[in-house]
């Protein structure tokens, strides 16, 4: 509580910047983070090693650098949340004609879907948004922090343009009990599951475990399964493409979806690799073996 309310004036004093001013704060965090905290380097070497065995030394060392820079405009630019106005929200991040005439297809066929993306880009923006410009009531699938204050203050920014937050335990029931509305509900899919319950596939070159759940609630409820990618444009601008990756799930085989937006994820970070986390201990897990049965004794003859 008290390290809340010691840093809470600063978040707001930043929040309050102009944007010039803001993302000089940025420059100076950076240089804080990276050459002097040196926070997760070690972790994130070794994550861009492993996934992009190809590249040099130097090419893994230039997207690490430029994925503190990114980093650093990411954490502050979620504090912005907090007092960007509705038309800063909508100019700095956009949804293009192409994924705003999805999602009206689908609010005009009265259809609620389920939104799958990644750590990748400013997920925080293109929540707010959605909310802003989207016919369907919006709500995002969370893991809530274990401390009650930065919690609040987390719910408070995402939720403060009308999204509705999910705990990520309750995810089903809400959708059920939330069934008769017209609803969006976003899944932030590229966490690291419990490996006994998780979907093994290969992801960036690596053995990677991927959350079962997603794909599971998308055959029970059998919404339409949109992928959605949050582009950087320029620093301070993103813009929100989407495609459908499923229109009818229930039809689908096991892995299948998770597959599909899994391999939609590798190809967009493939393409632009320092707006995804790196810091995260992606693959801390690795697959459990497969469980041998016992081996039927010989009976006499």
Not at 77 to 99: D, G, H, M
Not at 200 to 227: C, H, S
Not at 290 to 298: G, H, I, L
């Amino acid at each position: 509580m008290l390290t809340y309310y010691i840093v809470l004036p600063f978040i707001y004093l930043i929040s309050l910047l102009p944007f010039p001013l803001f993302y000089g704060v940025c420059d100076i965090m950076f240089l804080l983070l990276y050459y002097v905290i040196g926070y997760r380097k070690k972790v994130v070497l070794q994550n861009l090693q492993n996934a992009f065995p190809e590249k040099s030394a130097k090419e893994i060392e230039q997207i690490r650098r430029h994925f503190y820079r990114y980093f650093c405009d990411l954490l502050l630019e979620t504090f912005k949340t907090l007092t960007i106005s509705r038309k800063a929200a909508i100019r700095r991040c956009k949804l293009t004609p192409e994924a705003q005439s999805l999602f009206d297809k689908f609010a005009a066929e009265n259809r609620s879907i389920m939104i799958v993306m990644g750590h990748y880009g400013n997920w925080e923006w293109a929540g707010n948004t959605f909310s802003l410009q989207g016919k369907h009531h919006l709500y995002v699938v969370y893991h809530p922090l274990s401390n009650k204050y930065f919690n609040g203050l987390m719910y408070r920014m995402r939720t403060r343009f009308g999204t509705g937050l999910i705990s990520m335990k309750d995810t089903f029931r809400d959708m059920v009990a939330h069934k008769n509305e017209l609803d969006a509900t976003a899944f932030i899919a590229d966490q690291t599951p419990a490996p006994n319950s998780a979907y093994w596939t290969n992801f960036l070159n690596q053995d990677t475990p991927v959350f079962q759940g997603t794909e599971k609630i998308a055959r029970k409820m059998n919404y339409p399964v949109v992928y959605v990618r949050v582009q950087r444009v320029k620093r301070g601008y993103y813009e929100i493409s989407a495609r459908t990756l499923f229109d009818q799930p229930a039809s689908t085989k096991d892995g299948e979806i998770t597959t599909a937006h899994t391999k939609a994820l590798e190809q967009d970070i493939c393409a632009q690799p320092e707006i995804w986390l790196w810091s995260h201990r992606r693959w801390k897990h690795k697959r459990p073996e497969p469980v041998r049965e016992p081996a039927a004794e010989a009976t006499a003859v």
